[in-house]
């Protein structure tokens, strides 16, 4: 039976996303940064909220997800966990605040825990990050990877083409993947590999693998809330569906505005005391 067509789920738990992906029921998830936001997806009956590092880029502008701080993801993920009753809420823990050994980790992952009431975090790499892993796990707080092409990583990369391409890499990545669910990571999201290889990894293990521009085969799908809405014209890689122009109605209704306050037509008599 399809977890939305039960009544009796009142909240959204990695139990429950683990029997989603036996039972072949695709997991929906998007980002969210702010209580307006996430009360309405919340409300649409996602899965999954990402509480992403992307709010670096659409909340505040930067150029990569790198900036943002511990602090500032604590604010993002407390502003969206007090609009939902209903999905699991993970946030990312930011640059710099786990990679260094796995005591700051755990600090960082406290901190996030206590101070906004998520349910999960999210960490991005395989093997150079294990002991971070486990240290979290420790702590009995359940963590979602992160594989393929890693934005905290940009500056490596170089580039934000398709990861996984060659045979080396495709095999690090698979490992990397049998390490996180080995380590005890509920979940994995992939980004932008090849789908027949997303495919591959979501079949070689048992835990549900989520994608981003990778194809259809995994166990679910996530975007940027703001991107598949069409907030943010300037993105638009090969993977994202946009599912509305809020762009062009909030311009529109902006520019309705304008004129009637120009106008004097706005307030009007019944729009005043």
Known sequence: MSVHSSANVKRITTHILQEMKERGEKIS???AYDYSMAKIVDAAGIDIILVGDSASNVMAGHETTLPITLDQMIYHASSVVRAVSRSFVVVDIPFGSYQ?????ALRSTIRIMKESGAHAVKV??????????????????????HLGLTPQSIYKFGTYTVRAKDESEAAKLLEDAKLLEELGC????????PADFAKKVAEAVSIPVIGIGAGGGVDGQVLVVHDMLGITQEFKPRFLRQYADLEGIMMKAFGQYIKDVKSKDFPNEKESY
């Open 29 to 31: 998830m998007l980002t």
């Open 124 to 145: 991005e790499g395989g093997s150079e990050i294990k002991e971070s892993i486990a240290r979290i796990l420790s702590a009995g707080v359940p963590v979602m990877g």
């Open 100 to 104: 260094g050994n796995s005591s700051e």
């Open 186 to 193: 509920f979940a994995i999201v992939v980004e932008k590999i």
